[in-house]
Nanobody
Framework: QVQLVESGGGLVQAGGSLRLSCAAS????????VGWFRQAPGKEREFVAS????????YYADSVKGRFTISRDNNKNTVYLQMNSLKSEDTAVYYCSTLYSLRAGKPGDYRGQGTQVTVSS
């Protein structure tokens, strides 16, 4: 069993930055690919970014490519999402999840509760 807890969300002006963290409860977390997803009110869940268990490969949605960076520190059981040049359309609840593969595109067995990101224009 892996428990995931996101943090780092908040209110930021358009053009600003935030760094989200996804902390895992178990060392077995390091064997999983991990992804970030987001969901805005009234919209479908959207894949944002993912990383392999080593962190050597990453994958991004076109909507965030060049602005967001996913990384992980397995010594800290934590995955990060650095978000720069934020836009109002990035406003959503962001959550992390283990994945079956880097490009799975949908959450795996474990996911967190999410953290709210609000970008004001």
């Amino acid at each position: 069993q892996v428990q995931l807890v996101e943090s780092g969300g908040g209110l930021v002006q358009a053009g600003g930055s935030l760094r989200l963290s996804c902390a895992a409860s178990a060392r077995t977390f390091s064997i999983y690919a991990v992804g970030w997803f987001r969901q805005a009110p009234g919209k479908e869940r959207e894949f944002v970014a993912s990383t392999t268990w080593t962190g050597s490969s990453t994958y991004y949605a076109d909507s965030v490519k060049g602005r967001f960076t996913i990384s992980r520190d397995n010594n800290k059981n934590t995955v990060y999402l650095q978000m720069n040049s934020l836009k109002s359309e990035d406003t959503a609840v962001y959550y992390c999840s283990t994945l079956y593969s880097l490009r799975a595109g949908k959450p795996g067995d474990y996911r967190g509760q999410g953290t709210q990101v609000t970008v004001s224009s």
